[in-house]
């Protein structure tokens, strides 16, 4: 038999709106069938892990994966000018 996880929820969040955000909010809370706490913490998150998503995670499809594995095998190129650059001694070291 399969046991349901609770989750505690111990934090609040607090925000204000407009009347008509607010409307706007509890029209869509209505539609969805779930409440408003459950609403705004599925989009709320789903929100955060989108703005994440590009600093945490390097997703590819599979034909972008294929020519970012074909691009890093190559060997790598010498660039002398870059070479030069690094073999410069730094300012920042006394």
Do not use: C, Y
Not at 62 to 82: H, I, K, M, V, Y
């Amino acid at each position: 038999m399969a046991t349901a996880t609770t989750r505690t929820r111990s934090k609040r969040l607090e925000v204000r709106t407009t009347p008509e955000e607010r409307s706007i909010i509890d029209r869509a809370v209505e539609e969805s069938g779930t409440d408003l706490t459950t609403f705004v913490v599925t989009h709320v998150t789903d929100a955060a892990l989108r703005v994440l998503a590009d600093r945490d995670r390097f997703v590819l499809s599979p034909d972008a994966q294929r020519s970012w594995d074909e691009l890093n095998r190559r060997p790598a190129r010498d660039l002398p000018g870059l070479r030069k650059l690094l073999e410069r001694p730094t300012p920042f070291t006394a």
